[in-house]
């Protein structure tokens, strides 16, 4: 007995704590045993169209084409250009760090939304900003969510007043990637049901209350409106519109629109649950979407990667906060994955060095 006791005295304390874990803690390794190929790489030279750097410093350009070489990206998209002389500034130090392997997106400046010639001031802010070298316009997602005109009410996706800033988008044939909204589960109760509960958690802020909020059904519809009212302007969609979820959904939003493109940025584990699906997917829209990663962070890119090149089975993403799932290669033909990684970008953003690229 007393042997029993001293072992008892010794296992309880981990067991207990081990019941006692909170499912921020739990962390659990699979014991599955599958071939995997890691790829540090991509297979191809490719362009990131959804970037964001604020930092100019000439070492910091260095160690970013440094970054960039390491895992063959050949173009990084800047979408945080700004406008006026910030926008001048950002192109011209990313030019002076390497004259075609960053392209610079602007951004809208809302000053003085209220007033009747605002949507011709801020249209012409844009061609000025384009002619000294944006590539394109980038929309964030204030705009549906948190911007408030004068009287403080929420400024639709589809706000009247931007048209003629869209309207120059297409005259000038530059795209817009254009962020609305957030992932569905950010909309929606926090319960046992949710499979973003866990980012709820961790992240409360995140969450998008009916009180403070509209639907996520609505603010959808809004953006969908945009690009139905703006046909000779070519939209990227960003991370998937959010209806990575829902492939089918977005297949028919692209069958019904042919100016929208979409990209791949932080939405890769939603393609990675459902792999077989999402390859007979890519493969049919494979002339509409392009690569895109949202954050720099270099050690989560071969994640992407592994998605979408190898067919490796149950193995880890790198945002489990976003879905408590493991993920699966799409193994993607290589005709869909040159699109993907450069040739579509090329075709939709203007000035890009093809040169760079096979073929």
Same mark, same amino acid.
């Given at each position: 007995m007393r042997i029993v006791s001293l072992l008892l005295a010794f296992a309880l304390p981990g067991i207990l704590g081990a019941?006692?874990? %909170? &499912? $921020?803690?739990?962390?659990? @390794?699979?014991g599955l045993v599958v071939p995997q190929h890691q790829v540090p790489k991509a297979r191809f030279p490719f362009i990131d169209v959804h970037n964001h750097q604020r930092s100019l410093s000439p070492e910091h350009l260095r160690q970013l084409l440094a970054g960039m070489d390491s895992i063959n990206m050949r173009i990084?998209? *800047?979408? %945080?250009?700004?406008?006026?002389?910030? +926008?001048?500034?950002?192109?011209?130090?990313? @030019?002076?760090?390497? @004259?075609?392997?960053f392209a610079v997106f602007a951004n809208i400046d809302f000053t003085g939304i209220d007033e009747p010639d605002y949507g011709k001031r801020a249209a012409a802010q844009l061609e000025m900003d384009v002619r000294n070298g944006a590539r394109g316009l980038k929309i964030f997602k204030n705009l549906?969510?948190?911007l408030k005109d004068g009287k403080g009410e929420r400024i639709r996706t589809d706000d009247p007043r931007f048209d003629p800033i869209f309207e120059m988008c297409g005259k000038l044939n530059i795209?817009?990637?254009?962020?609305?909204?957030?992932?569905?589960? +950010?909309? $929606?109760?926090m319960d046992k049901y949710n499979e973003r509960w866990l980012e709820l958690k961790k992240y409360?802020?995140?969450? =998008?209350?009916?009180?403070?909020?509209?639907?996520?059904?609505? &603010?959808?519809?809004e953006q969908h409106a945009l690009f139905a009212r703006h046909p000779k302007t070519k939209f990227i969609n960003a991370h998937l519109g959010w209806m990575g979820g829902d492939l089918a959904a977005l297949g028919k939003l692209l069958? =019904?629109?042919? *100016?929208v493109y979409t990209e791949i940025a932080a939405v890769v584990e939603e393609l990675g649950r459902q792999p077989r699906f999402a390859r007979q997917w890519f493969v049919q829209y494979q002339d =509409?979407?392009?690569?895109?990663?949202?954050?720099?962070?270099?050690? $989560?890119?071969?994640?992407?990667? =592994? &998605?979408? $090149?190898?067919a490796d089975e149950y193995f880890d993403?790198?945002?489990?906060?976003?879905? #408590?799932? @493991?993920?699966?290669? /799409?193994?993607?033909?290589?005709?869909? /994955?040159?699109? +993907?990684?450069?040739? *579509? !970008? #090329?075709?939709? &953003?203007?000035?890009? *060095? !093809?040169?760079?690229?096979?073929?």
């Open positions: 019941q006692s874990l %909170s &499912i $921020e803690e739990y962390s659990p @390794k699979s990084m998209v *800047n979408l %945080s250009g700004g406008y006026g002389s910030r +926008l001048s500034q950002t192109v011209q130090a990313m @030019k002076s760090a390497s @004259k075609d392997r549906g969510l948190d795209p817009v990637l254009i962020h609305t909204g957030e992932p569905k589960g +950010l909309f $929606e109760p409360p802020r995140r969450g =998008r209350p009916p009180d403070r909020y509209p639907t996520w059904e609505a &603010i959808m519809a069958d =019904r629109l042919p *100016n =509409r979407v392009m690569f895109g990663k949202d954050t720099w962070r270099l050690e $989560e890119y071969p994640t992407y990667f =592994r &998605i979408l $090149e190898t993403h790198d945002r489990p906060h976003h879905g #408590l799932w @493991k993920v699966y290669g /799409l193994d993607l033909p290589e005709v869909v /994955l040159k699109k +993907l990684y450069y040739k *579509n !970008a #090329l075709k939709v &953003i203007p000035g890009l *060095n !093809a040169a760079a690229f096979p073929d």
